[in-house]
């Protein structure tokens, strides 16, 4: 844990190996988490439209595990945001959301 998902604009201009260990990279650099429980993965929607006026977007989506204080939550995503911000132009939509998981429910093998 955690759980990494990217989800990005058809037209966004950048390798998807780039995003996927920039966002992956910018996660291990919190020190929030054992480097080998971190899972990154990147969906690309075949079409958007954002209310913005931009045409590109990536949003990504962090799932945790209950445990996490909300100002390491911000840490988090100011850091996963400034690598955004980074690798990508300003004409891109950006947002990042970590996300608590409910350890009750929650399973795993």
Do not use: W
Request: aromatic residues 4%; hydrophobic residues 40%.
């Amino acid at each position: 844990m955690p759980h990494i998902i990217i989800e990005h604009s058809p037209t966004l201009q950048i390798d998807a190996s780039e995003l996927l260990s920039s966002v992956h990279q910018s996660v291990i650099d919190s020190t929030l988490f054992d480097i080998t429980t971190i899972k990154t993965r990147l969906i690309e929607y075949q079409a958007c439209l954002l209310g913005d006026g931009k045409k590109d977007f990536v949003h990504v989506q962090i799932h945790l595990l209950e445990g996490r204080t909300q100002a390491q939550k911000q840490i988090l995503s100011e850091l996963v945001l400034a690598r955004l911000q980074h690798v990508l132009s300003d004409s891109v939509s950006l947002s990042v959301h970590p996300y608590d998981l409910d350890p009750t429910i929650y399973r795993k093998n």
